[in-house]
């Protein structure tokens, strides 16, 4: 069974860091784009930042500057560096990745999400 397995969230003081990764367990051929969301408590889950396969990055206007998203290929791993906390960085962050798994033979590309871990800034 293929599932995202995030960890490194917690709780951290205004100005610190917390470095999130997220792993893809299971019989997996390869990613393709990957990507860290998250949820304020009432609201709509939002983009934060990107990484396409061939290592091209996106982030929100919220975090440009602050955060960077990179992965290991070959640890099925993607990771979110998180700098400069603030309070308002405070929510639910939430992995997603587009994962090509062989079926029947074939590659075929399907979506995954993380559980979620939380992430909370104290001012």
């Known amino acids: 069974q293929v599932r995202l397995v995030e960890s490194g969230g917690g709780l951290v003081q205004a100005g610190g860091s917390l470095r999130l990764s997220c792993t893809a367990s299971g019989t997996i051929r390869s990613f393709d784009s990957m990507g860290w969301y998250r949820q304020h408590p009432g609201k709509q889950r939002e983009p934060v930042a990107g990484?396409?396969?061939?290592?091209?990055?996106n982030y929100s206007d919220s975090v440009k500057g602050r955060f960077t998203i990179s992965r290991d290929n070959a640890k099925n791993t993607v990771y979110l560096q998180m700098d400069s906390l603030k309070p308002e960085d405070t929510a639910v962050y939430y992995c997603?990745?587009?994962?090509?798994?062989?079926?029947?033979?074939?590659?075929?590309?399907?979506?995954?999400w993380g559980q979620g871990t939380q992430v909370t800034v104290s001012s």
């Open positions: 997603n990745a587009d994962l090509i798994l062989l079926v029947l033979g074939y590659p075929r590309k399907y979506d995954y």
């Open positions: 990484i396409t396969s061939g290592g091209r990055t």
